[in-house]
């Protein structure tokens, strides 16, 4: 998710190395949806206390949950198969997000001290904890360390997606998508009566001594990877309205599901926060259309209006920046709106999504005249 990997006119795909347009529309479009839906956080969190907050804070955000899976659909058009050499792959990559990671993991934490968070006073625990894992300071990071994982993965798939045929990507895509509907089998099996093994209720091999069930190696957000190769390999034949009205239809049924799962799930699981994340699951199914509906549709975009694109193009870079320092400002601004701007919280969220935005572009642009930038903001 650094600024050359979505840099649509240098897409470092030795094989394509021409204008990809909509590519940097997908870019920001996926940031800003990050930075919206972190927005909604403090909404959703006041749940039965305040029934209309919650209301507009679920609402807005499930209609956010496709923010993720697009930015790694953004690396599997531009990334896969990697047919670079594995050793060059690794530094040219790993590289230019570990150090932001690390620098981010340091700074944000400080950041919530000096503000006088609550979060603040576990300073010590929250830098010293980084090499382990992300923390509420530093929430939007747990993305990297996925990235990582994905880059590590990258160059072992790629020789098989190199030489895949369109059948045996659409084989592979089939077992992934089955794999969306696990969350909520694990969810309902409980609720039918099953009570698992030794007291674990996992699922398909899942037991205390095992977390690798039958499915494991097909899941996650590979899958969302290879989708986006497959789909920029053979993209639809069918008529521009045609693959619109279809992706309208896909966004909507699945923000459907999203809301009103997430809805039912609070009702009946009120602060059991366990379950209450499975309707917003990246890799569940609902989300899974909503992606697929923003990506085919946004994959139709084209401009001949090269100054647009331009702007497009200068915004695009600046993502990756936007990414790592939104969510300190996400807190600020909530505080500010809330307190002074007396408007009803399903007017207060995209304000505040707006103005974070906006002053996080402000920052990224400055940061990047220092020049150490590129151990900040990759």
């Avoid at 600024?3 to 394509?16: G, I, L, S």
């Avoid at 953004?74 to 932001?100: D, K």
């Avoid at 694990?186 to 099953?194: D, E, I």
């Avoid at 996400?330 to 304000?351: E, K, N, S």
Wanted: proline share 6%; charged share 15%.
């Amino acid at each position: 998710m650094d600024k050359r990997e979505f840099d649509m006119n240098r897409t470092e795909h030795p094989n394509r190395q021409q204008h990809v347009p909509w590519i940097d529309l997908l870019r920001v479009a996926a940031c800003f949806m990050v930075v919206f839906s972190h927005s909604c956080d403090f909404f959703v969190a006041r749940f039965d206390d305040d029934r209309a907050e919650f209301l507009s804070g679920m609402l807005w955000g499930s209609a956010m949950r496709a923010c993720v899976p697009l930015f790694v659909m953004i690396s599997g058009v531009l990334l896969l198969p990697v047919r670079m050499e594995t050793g060059a792959f690794y530094r040219r990559r790993l590289g230019r997000i570990l150090w932001p990671l690390v620098v981010w993991s340091l700074l944000t934490p400080l950041f919530y001290w000096g503000y006088g968070h609550a979060e603040g006073e576990q300073l010590g625990y929250n830098i010293a904890s980084f090499p382990l894992n992300f923390n509420y300071t530093t929430t939007p990071l747990w993305y990297l360390y996925m990235l990582v994982g994905l880059y590590l993965i990258f160059p072992v798939v790629s020789p098989w997606i190199a030489q895949a045929s369109k059948r045996e990507l659409k084989r592979f895509l089939y077992l992934w998508g089955f794999t969306l509907f696990i969350p909520y089998i694990r969810v309902l099996a409980p609720a039918c009566g099953y009570v698992g093994n030794y007291g674990h209720t996992g699922i398909f091999g899942e037991c205390d001594w095992n977390a690798f069930g039958t499915f494991y190696y097909f899941s996650g957000f590979l899958g969302y990877a290879v989708l986006a190769c497959y789909l920029n390999r053979y993209p639809s034949e069918r008529p521009k309205r045609t693959v619109l009205w279809r992706s309208t239809l896909c966004f909507a049924a699945g923000y459907g599901l999203t809301a009103g799962g997430y809805w039912l799930t609070q009702r009946f699981y009120p602060t059991d926060y366990a379950y209450l994340e499975v309707p917003w699951f990246f890799n569940g199914f609902s989300v899974f259309l909503m992606v697929y509906g923003l990506f085919t549709a946004l994959q139709t975009v084209r401009s001949a209006d090269a100054k647009a694109a331009g702007r497009w193009n200068r915004l695009a870079g600046l993502t990756f920046g936007i990414y790592l320092c939104h969510f300190f400002i996400v807190q600020l601004g909530y505080d500010f709106v809330y307190a002074c701007v007396p408007l009803p919280p399903g007017l207060q969220i995209p304000l505040i999504a707006v103005l974070v935005f906006g002053v996080s572009a402000g920052v990224v642009r400055l940061l990047r005249k220092l020049p150490f930038h590129r151990y900040l903001i990759g």
